[in-house]
Nanobody, 115 residues
Framework: QVQLVESGGGLVQPGGSLRLSCAAS????????VGWYRQVPGKQRELVAG???????NYADSVKGRFTISRDNAKNTVYLQMNSLKPDDTAVYYC?????????WGQGTQVTVSS
């Protein structure tokens, strides 16, 4: 059973930074594409950033230049560094992994950007 555990969320002021972590067990994350998504109540979950097995990254236009996705193969963990946070970034953030046609999700971590 693939398990993804997110951490690092919290309350931060506008302009601040957070780093989210997605730790995987029973699976080697560097082999599979991993994405960070976010969701606010009443809206669809949206892709924020993704990293392919080869290391190529992609970002939503709304976070380009502010967020960075990265992977630590030794720790089997994918990170999302979020800088210059805005109130519109407030959401529950989820990591997602695709493996052999099956999609796995973590439990989510709340990010709140507010003064």
């Amino acid at each position: 059973q693939v398990q993804l555990v997110e951490s690092g969320g919290g309350l931060v002021q506008p302009g601040g930074s957070l780093r989210l972590s997605c730790a995987a067990s029973t699976i080697v994350v560097r082999i599979y594409p991993v994405g960070w998504y976010r969701q606010v109540p009443g809206k669809q979950r949206e892709l924020v950033a993704g990293i392919a097995s080869g290391g190529i990254t992609n970002y939503a236009d709304s976070v380009k230049g502010r967020f960075t996705i990265s992977r630590d193969n030794a720790k089997n963990t994918v990170y999302l560094q979020m800088n210059s946070l805005k109130p519109d970034d407030t959401a529950v953030y989820y990591c997602q992994l695709e493996r052999l046609g099956t999609t796995y999700w973590g439990q989510g971590t709340q990010v709140t950007v507010s003064s």
